[in-house]
């Protein structure tokens, strides 16, 4: 390489370093960089007349410089998209897991029986997907809520993958108030079929939408998880005008034991 081309190629990667240095105000130091050349050229221009092409060879060497780009170490530069870690992120199914028992219990009512059928508990984990409802139990678990005023019973339990969870999930299907007569059962919440109470009794309108618990919680890999609820019976089950009974659930997170 000549001489001439040579100092033309410094001259040109002095300026890209200082654009990689300060890439706010790249355009002025280019524009500033630019000027300076030319203006160089001319003054050589007028001593020696050669001294044109060692300008043409420098902005040459400069814009072929620039077209190689600045290399960036910054992951959330303009226009770039920030790193995600997911080192630490547990997937449905990646094998490590941990046991979530969800308790119910109830506060006094003036009722014999309260029964409420539930069809499906879930819990919400947050991965790098964004998040996938993971299913703690899909059977129909009968619970009467007037059992539980002074005990607590399980509602559902199992092996859940561990991680971030957000929300707990519950769909009531039924539910019928009873006045006369108790519920004979061997707990509080059985799974599967039941034998309702005989006697004076009322079908309660049960809303469509599931029940919603917003309750933070991390389950940790081989530990053991339980979370009570508190499902205040006299505060969920409404009387209406027209003498039919309707149901808004009043549901609140009691507590969170982990066992390790």
């Known amino acids: 390489m ?99 028992t969800v308790m119910l219990k109830d506060l006094p009512f003036d009722a014999k029986a309260l029964l409420v059928s539930f069809t499906e508990i879930k819990a919400h ?15 129909n678990v009968t619970c009467d809520l007037a059992q539980l005023e002074n005990v607590e019973d399980v509602l559902a339990g199992g092996s859940l993958p561990a991680g971030h969870y957000t929300q707990l999930r519950l769909v009531a299907a039924t539910a019928a108030i009873y006045f006369e007569n108790e519920w004979v059962s ?9 034998v309702a109470p005989l006697g004076d009794m009322e079908q309660v309108t049960v809303p469509p939408d599931p029940i919603i618990l917003n309750r933070q919680f991390v389950l940790d890999q081989g530990t053991k998880m339980t979370i009570l609820l508190d499902f205040d019976g006299a505060k969920s089950i409404h009387k209406t005008g027209n003498g039919t009974y309707m149901m808004k659930p009043v549901i609140s997170v009691v507590s969170e034991v982990v066992q390790p």
């Open 2 to 100: 000549s001489k001439r081309r040579k100092l033309g190629l410094v001259k040109a990667l002095a300026i890209r370093a200082k654009l990689c240095a300060w890439p706010n105000s790249s355009g002025t130091l280019l524009a500033t960089e630019a000027e300076d050349l030319i203006v160089s050229g001319r003054r050589d221009q007028m001593t020696n007349h050669s001294r044109v092409a060692h300008v043409f060879l420098a902005l040459s060497a400069l814009l072929v410089v620039l077209a190689i780009g600045c290399g960036s170490s910054n992951p959330t530069s303009p226009g770039s998209t920030a790193a995600v870690n997911t080192s630490s992120a547990t997937s449905p199914g990646s094998g490590s897991t941990g046991t979530l």
């Open 125 to 139: 984990l947050v991965d790098t997907s964004g998040g996938h409802w993971m299913t703690l139990s899909d059977q």
């Open 186 to 194: 061997p707990s509080p919440c059985v799974v599967g079929t039941i």
